[in-house]
Each structure stands twice: as C-alpha cells, then as structure tokens.
T-cell receptor, first 119, second 113 residues
Framework: NAGVTQTPKFRVLKTGQSMTLLCAQDMNHEYMYWYRQDPGMGLRLIHYSVGEGTTAKGEVPDGYNVSRLKKQNFLLGLESAAPSQTSVYFC??????????????????FGDGTRLSIL | QQQVKQSPQSLIVQKGGISIINCAYENTAFDYFPWYQQFPGKGPALLIAIRPDVSEKKEGRFTISFNKSAKQFSLHIMDSQPGDSATYFCAASRQGGSEKLVFGKGTKLTVNP
C-alpha cells in the first residue's frame, strides 16, 4: 500500500519546455488535488478533481492544466514552463462520505512532492 | 485575500517547553480546522483536527483550542521534543462539495535539546 506516489521527484526544465507531473493513489479516493509550495507562502491549490473525468480550478491555476482520466491518477501539465513555476508540487487525495449520509471531512493524504526548477 | 492567517512564522522552543501556534480565519462558513505537520523532504501529514462544535481537542501532547466567536484556533504542543521540529500548517475548509483546504503560510518549529 503505497498511498500517494508522485513522479518524478526532481526535474529541471528550461523556459518554454513542457512536462507532465504524475500523481497516483491506491486508496480508491474520490478527490484529488494539486498544490504548489513556495517559501513563506504555504500550500496553494492549483487544480482539483472530485471524481474521474472532472476537474476544477483552484487558487492559482494559470499556466497549468490537469486531467483525471482514471480515478487513481491525476496529471498536472505545464505547457510552456516559466521561471515563476519553480516550486515544490504536492499531490493529495482524500475520500469523502457518500451522498445521502452526513458528509464528513476526510484527511488529505499527500505525496512527497516533486521539486521542479525552471531555468 | 488570505483567508487563514498563521503566526508566528518561526518558533524556537527548548525541549520540554510548550509550543503555541495561532491561526485566524475570515470565512464563517469554514467548519473543519485541521493541522498538518511537515518534515523536510516529505509531504504534509494530518496531525489533529477540530470542528467548531467543540472548544478543545487533545491527542497526546497535541491540543487544538478553538474560539468560534473570535474566529481563531491554536495548536499547543506540550513537553515539546526535538522530534517535533517541523513545519506546521493550519488549514480550514467547508464541509461538503470539494472540501478544499485553505492553508496558512506555515510555522517552522525548532525544538532545541
């Protein structure tokens, strides 16, 4: 049981290059999230998904795209990388109670991050 | 607009002392307040969480105090240990929907031996 796995762990890109960060979870969680963490800024939500085939914008979505074709995977794409996107990216997943019952917040489980540098 | 304000930014405590981190929120619709702990090179992990129907929750050496009228909540770490040295984030969310978390900016805690 690996939990949330992020690949790659490190990457260096040149400005203008594109890449995709992969997040995989094996807990059958419905919800998945992508955050970026910058010094002194905490964690800021980029995009999130409440189920397979659905995605939505978070607090800082510009310059990023996401896809959730399978329930266990959530991909974060950078089409044209910029130095301002140098950051540590974290993926998280969570389960939420089924509709019809009292919903209860479930903890978000985080991966160990992808450290991305853009030159 | 920062919805969750966390202080202090950094904190140094001696072993055995009490560490206190404070957070304030603005959105009265928030109804879930977790604290996450993050060690270097790792992702954040849930430490303890509270809902506004209680004023305090304790788990071992960790206690959350919640003041609904002041829209504030705090984390107290009793008998702080060097192993507690980490970055702590408070967060808030609304029940239902996507349950997105809004995080504070974090507090780097150093516990000296």
């Amino acid at each position: 049981n690996a939990g949330v796995t992020q690949t790659p762990k490190f990457r260096v890109l040149k400005t203008g290059q594109s890449m995709t960060l992969l997040c995989a979870q094996d807990m059958n969680h419905e919800y998945m999230y992508w955050y970026r963490q910058d010094p002194g800024m905490g964690l800021r939500l980029i995009h999130y998904s409440v189920g397979e085939g659905t995605t939505a914008k978070g607090e800082v979505p510009d310059g990023y795209n996401v896809s959730r074709l399978k329930k266990q995977n959530f991909l974060l794409g950078l089409e044209s990388a910029a130095p301002s996107q140098t950051s540590v990216y974290f993926c998280a997943s969570s389960y939420s109670s089924a509709e019809g019952r009292r919903r209860s917040n479930q903890p978000q489980h985080f991966g160990d991050g992808t450290r991305l540098s853009i030159l | 607009q920062q919805q969750v304000k966390q202080s202090p930014q950094s904190l140094i405590v001696q072993k055995g002392g009490i560490s206190i981190i404070n957070c304030a929120y603005e959105n009265t619709a928030f109804d879930y307040f977790p604290w996450y702990q993050q060690f270097p090179g790792k992702g954040p992990a849930l430490l303890i969480a509270i809902r506004p129907d209680v004023s305090e929750k304790k788990e071992g050496r960790f206690t959350i105090s919640f003041n609904k009228s002041a829209k504030q909540f705090s984390l107290h770490i009793m008998d702080s240990q060097p192993g507690d040295s980490a970055t702590y984030f408070c967060a808030a969310s609304r029940q239902g929907g996507s349950e997105k978390l809004v995080f504070g900016k974090g507090t780097k805690l150093t516990v000296n031996p």
